[in-house]
């Protein structure tokens, strides 16, 4: 949840370095929820004659959602090596949303690229170290 806050507070309209990919799949779960609970907000609030609320939440929050999912993406493609311009390919129907998903479900670039150093930083993969020895 703190990644997600953090997305609003801190790095709003941030495009300039590197995002993990737990800092945007914990993103993109949380704002998907959302979006799924407002439209059923929206649906259930229908059957009161009160679906205009819903409706009307439901882009606010798109609305307001838009930049920072924008940025994160961004973020993510710069961890992986590539140019935020490839959000573009999603104008591409049906396979640029698939090769952009394929992009942000890439592991980081190791070393610092040209968008910075690597956020998760030397050796902290959490991966790699299961099963290894423990040093007391």
């Known amino acids: 949840m703190n990644w997600y806050l953090d997305a609003f507070k801190n790095k709003y309209a941030d495009f300039s370095g590197r995002a993990r990919r737990t800092e945007y799949w914990t993103f993109i779960l949380f704002h998907v929820l959302i979006i799924f609970l407002l439209a059923f907000l929206s649906g259930a609030l229908s059957e009161l004659q009160l679906g205009s609320i819903g409706a009307i939440l439901l882009v606010i929050y798109v609305l307001a959602s838009f930049i920072p999912a924008l940025a994160i993406t961004v973020r993510r493609l710069h961890d992986t090596g590539k140019s935020g311009w490839f959000y573009l390919l999603t104008l591409i129907p049906y396979i640029g ?13 190791p070393m610092q690229n040209k968008w910075g150093p690597n956020p998760k930083g030397p050796n902290t993969d959490e991966i790699n170290e299961i099963g290894k020895p423990v040093e007391f």
Request: no cysteine; charged share 15%.
């Open 97 to 109: 949303s698939f090769i952009l998903l394929i992009f942000t479900v890439q592991d980081s670039e």
